[in-house]
């Protein structure tokens, strides 16, 4: 059999219809690959940390590393949240430069962050609140203490919180854990 009479007998419609079915295959697996989250970030540590409640994790190591792409030079601390009974309230300390605050919603967009500040030391007082149109009552009111910001309010059905404390080393790691292990997040008012 010559190759002239191989390329005769192929019938070239349907090899373009498999070409086109292929190609269509491709783009609907790739779109539905970027929107698969069970293996988000969200997902893992809502599964494995108890929820409204702030967690401080073990040091990043090769051994243990609750996410990948973590720096091994920083603590964590996270508490996946849900406002679906009632607000949360956020508070942490941010003491130093490097003290980072974020709220990450289920997808990993961003919906609240602050840093600390050279000057002063940084007092996180947020209330998160459904987004939806209940009226959860008034809220307590509190005067603003010496360095700290008056009380922000936003809003997320569920997410994540973030606080992260670079890690200086081994004579700072008591104090530095200890300041983490203040940081709450919890139902209601704290």
Sequence with gaps: MNLKSFFERIDWRLMMIFILVAAIVHVVETFLAVNDQRNAAYARLARELPHNTMTVVNPVSPEHQVLPYLAPDARYAFCPFETANSAMHVRALLPDLGWTIGIYAPDGSGIYFAAASADRETTIDLSIIPSDDRFLGLPAQTPGRPGTDNEQTIAAPKGLIVVRAPD???????????????ATCASGRT
């Excluded at 200086?168 to 203040?182: C, M, N, S, T, V």
């Design 168 to 182: 200086k080393g081994a004579p700072y790691r008591a104090q530095e854990d200890a300041i983490l292990a203040k």
